[in-house]
């Protein structure tokens, strides 16, 4: 019954922006903390922003001042502003849940939304 449902992606050219949201159902969104994972053709899976329960979020550097990852607990919903796109960014965005009981992470993922950069 958990579901990660990403919508937002599309097509831009560099320099634009899109936000990205995920819509959670079935876990308890408020105690997990939330991710957004890239992937391009031929590279590995990428950690690209993380948000916690708190509030508290990091990013890859590679998108440090120009994605920002925010939540929205009555929603259950993640979101991923992404501005100043470039080329480098085009890949599959996935959703994935984390939580951390006992030393142990467990998380679900979504089923990714596409972000592809013109240049």
């Known amino acids: 019954q958990v579901q990660l449902v990403e919508s937002g992606g599309g097509l831009v050219q560099a320099g634009g922006s899109l936000r990205l949201s995920c819509a959670a159902s079935?876990?308890?969104?408020?105690?997990?903390?939330m991710a957004w994972y890239r992937q391009a053709p031929g590279k590995q899976r990428e950690l690209v922003a993380y948000?916690?329960?708190?509030?508290?979020?990091d990013y890859a550097d590679s998108v440090k001042g120009r994605f920002t990852i925010s939540r929205d607990n009555a929603k259950n919903t993640v979101y991923l502003q992404m501005n100043s796109l470039k080329p480098e960014d085009t890949a599959v965005y996935y959703c994935k849940s984390s939580l951390r009981r006992a030393g142990t992470d467990f998380g679900f993922w979504g089923q990714g939304t596409q972000v592809t950069i013109s240049s």
């Open positions: 948000i916690t329960s708190g509030g508290s979020t």
């Open positions: 079935g876990i308890t969104f408020s105690i997990n903390a």
